[in-house]
DNA sequence: GCAAAAGTGTTTCGTTTACACCCATGC
DNA sequence: GCATGGGTGTAAACGAAACACTTTTGC
């Protein structure tokens, strides 16, 4: 608050009553086959230098929140992601020391397969959420509520599949769904109530050269998003390669949207989870 | 936008880059007993005189975006609501025709008790939710919006004993449960899950004279209060006391809020309604 | 070849649903 | 006294949970 006089000084935007500045921050969730992670910026400037931060920055004027969040998420990360969440707006009044900020918080849902070019991302890292490094502002009570959140609407939204590339066996779904909600699962229940919901579809194996092919390429490409997933910091920590169990590889599954849609439409359908 | 530059000319307040003005919006959730009913302020000047609108307005600067919420709610309807749920943070570009404001919404929930005194509220006044007159900018929306969180929330939270009186009887609580979730549940078996959630408890009725009296004079207010519930425009449109129904005394519940604390803390506690 | 994960059905149990009668009250 | 809503139990159907062995793969 001290600092407005300075600001006002150079200021261009003049209003009859005080306005707070409106920022957007961005939870992004990883999923890298074992763990739930989220994706952090190191801040290179005060406040807060040096610490861990959401992905975001101020709302432009003439953009929306969700416009401002994804434009804000791309150039800290260089992640195009095709939709976000709202789930809540902090407004203490010290949140930010400059001055009064209000942040408009989303959550987001990466792919595996869109965290490869993470050239852009030099600042950005992956980290396991148990293993969460201190987080400037409040961004700490940010995250806890962002996953309230996602743990109550994975009831209601085929969240999961955004977490998941296009093709995922049901130990993968499985996994997932274990690591948001906190809890175990039967496989064969799991694999029945996954089925009956109607929103899953088997994907045919077409077991020639070209899927072959495309299963070489595929565990490749597997290990470098892991590898990108789990950033040097996280190795370091207490992630290791020969940690990684040993996968079969299993009948894939992919997301029917439409059915899906269709199934919503219906009645008040529930994903029960 | 247009109008920025004659703020400005007037405005104290100055800043290197444009921020929107921060408003908040309350939607205030009654029940008659019958009905939900959402509360309106008819707008005095412009834009959008003459219509209907929730009751909100311009977050100070010093205080958070709940405490606004809360002022501005009893400076333009006298209600002192204990709480507000956050459920939406409204960002279209041109959302407001006078300049960039952003708006936080609330959804809040009324009893039949928290009306009665109200005198303060000249303009304000209930409408059935299924017959509400149209509405400030994008207020439709966020009725929308509103009341579909709700829906959400009431399988999650005891909701349901914000909108009622201290004591309650089943069907009461029965037809609210209806009247949010649009569907019909059997009276029995509505019964047994209330019941064993574990969260009710049944008031023991003393029936002594200073009963008898309270029953005599609970009535009175009760007739009191949907008169306050159902103002003037809405009795007029479709609503007449003969229509009301014959109700016998019924037994009285009470919501048991320790209990629920300790039980919300043990597991994940579901309403599952 | 061995260890670890994937795949698959059936039985049991608990929960949800459907349903009908008598009683109390207001008119 | 009659019409309306309040109060209560039981049986059937359904969905959820528990459970073990065989097959496939990676090493």
Not at 169 to 181: A, C, F, K, V
Not at 198 to 213: K, N, P, V, W
Request: charged fraction near 30%; charge should be negative; glycine fraction near 8%.
């Amino acid at each position: 608050m001290r600092q407005i006089y300075t600001i006002m000084e150079q200021g261009k935007y003049c209003y009859k009553y005080p306005h707070p500045a409106v920022t957007t921050d961005c939870v992004v969730f990883g999923f890298d086959g074992k763990r739930l992670n989220i994706l952090l910026i190191e801040r290179g400037g005060e406040p807060f230098k040096g610490c861990w931060a959401f992905p975001g920055g101020f709302m432009n004027i003439n953009e929306t929140a969700e416009q401002g969040a994804m434009r804000e998420l791309c150039e800290e990360t260089g992640l195009n992601l095709e939709y976000l969440k709202q789930f809540g707006t902090f407004t203490a009044v010290n949140r930010d020391p400059r001055e009064r900020v209000i942040t408009i918080a989303f959550y987001a849902l990466a792919r595996k397969s869109d965290v490869q070019g993470g050239d852009d991302a030099a600042k950005a890292q992956w980290f396991p959420i148990e293993d969460v490094p201190p987080l400037a502002f409040d961004h700490d009570y940010i995250l806890r509520k962002a996953t309230e959140q996602l743990k109550k609407d994975i009831h209601f939204e085929p969240i999961g599949f955004g977490l998941l590339d296009e093709q995922f066996t049901m130990p993968e779904l499985q996994r997932l769904y274990e690591s948001i909600l906190g809890v175990h699962f039967d496989r064969r229940n799991f694999y029945k109530k996954m089925m009956q919901t109607g929103i899953l579809e088997e994907s045919e194996e077409e077991m020639d050269e070209s899927e072959s092919r495309y299963f070489g390429e595929r565990k490749e490409m597997c290990s470098m998003s892991i590898d990108a997933l789990f950033g040097s910091a996280a190795r370091e920590s207490q992630h290791h390669y020969s940690e990684e169990p040993r996968r079969r590889k299993g009948t894939k599954f992919s997301f029917n949207k439409e059915r899906y849609e269709r199934l919503k439409e219906d009645k008040n359908f529930r994903l029960e989870f």
